[in-house]
């Protein structure tokens, strides 16, 4: 059985019965949040960089009423999961490393057993990472992805090179456990009125309601290393096969987290895929004002509903 792990039911607006365990994967331990089964299926939840759980509260409960499951997973390294040393610093080694992660999940037996088909959503680095997972045969039958880390993006495409080329040098050398910002959750240091995330103002003020209450679910800048990591995958995502199930993309027209370009580009190629733009909205599509939520909402039920589930 696996270990009962902390879930912050009271900030996190999740459904009823929401629970989360802790599943071990080679030394470290990642936790899992559980919504309560669904009729129509189970939605895999990948999160992106610096998120947790509790902050997919609120889509666990949507997509509980509309009848799906639901599984969010704390990557390695962010929320409640094992961290490094310096426990504000996001770090990885390889993004390999998350395809573990969705292995030890994915062995649950809440999960195993869970009636119906599944979808994957998966948001920002959530979607880099998920991308692999369905090249290589992840077993889901359809996905939707928000403003996925295809690539990242730069005032200047070609800063692309050098960036790469100094995070490399950085890390061969040794110093790929140093900060490459502020160690300073994000949404603690931006006003809202700065903010790449959302331009919706009460879904901002929930973000940083979370970390004040829960400071051990923040984190802070990405280590050289993930950032040597990060970009070595996006490069083997362009030149890996292409998934060939239903596709279902978001992008902000305000987005300046990841590229757009990458994202347009990967989706033209994409064999069944449908890219769906979003006027005004920033990185954060499910945390968007009501408006933009609306849109992605309609268009969501309605491509799953198309797939059969």
């Keep these: 059985m696996p270990d009962p792990a902390p879930f912050f039911a009271g900030i996190a607006d999740a459904p009823a019965g929401t629970y989360a365990v802790y599943v071990g994967v080679g030394g470290i331990r990642l936790r899992v949040a559980l919504g309560p089964p669904g009729a129509r299926g189970l939605a895999l939840i990948f999160p992106g960089r610096t998120e947790y759980a509790e902050k997919y509260g609120p889509l666990m409960t949507r997509l509980a009423g509309a009848g799906f499951g639901t599984a969010v997973i704390d990557w390695r390294g962010q929320g409640l999961s094992t961290r490094p040393r310096t426990p504000l610093l996001g770090h990885v080694d390889r993004f390999a490393a998350y395809q573990d992660d969705i ?15 599944r979808c994957l959503i998966a948001h920002s680095m959530g979607g880099c990472i998920g ?11 359809a996905a939707v992805f928000t403003a996925p880390m295809w690539d990242i993006a730069l005032p200047q495409r070609w800063l692309r090179l050098p960036a790469r080329a100094v995070a490399r040098l950085l890390n061969g050398i040794g110093l790929g456990l140093r900060p490459a910002g502020r160690l300073q959750p994000y949404v603690l240091h931006t006003p809202f009125g700065e903010n790449d995330l959302t331009s919706d103002a009460a879904a901002y003020q929930r973000l940083i309601a979370h970390l004040t209450a829960h400071p051990e679910l923040g984190l802070g800048s990405p280590s050289l290393s993930w950032i040597d990591a990060a970009f070595r995958e996006m490069d083997a ?27 347009e580009t990967l989706f033209a190629r994409l064999p069944r895929a449908r890219l769906v733009p979003l006027t005004g909205a920033r990185h954060e599509a499910w945390i968007e004002a009501p408006e933009i ?7 969501t039920l309605a491509f799953l509903s198309a797939q059969g589930f």
């Excluded at 292995?103 to 088909?117: I, N, R, V």
């Excluded at 995502?237 to 990458?262: C, D, N, Y």
């Excluded at 939520?293 to 268009?299: F, M, N, S």
């Design 103 to 117: 292995a030890a999940m994915l062995a649950l037996d809440a999960l195993s057993s869970h009636p119906g088909p």
């Design 131 to 141: 991308l692999r997972a369905l090249s290589f045969g992840l077993g889901v039958q």
């Design 237 to 263: 995502l362009r030149a890996m096969a292409r998934p060939s199930l239903p596709v279902l993309g978001f992008l902000g027209s305000a987005e300046r987290v990841v590229s757009g370009q990458a994202i």
């Design 293 to 299: 939520q609306g849109l992605v909402w309609r268009e």
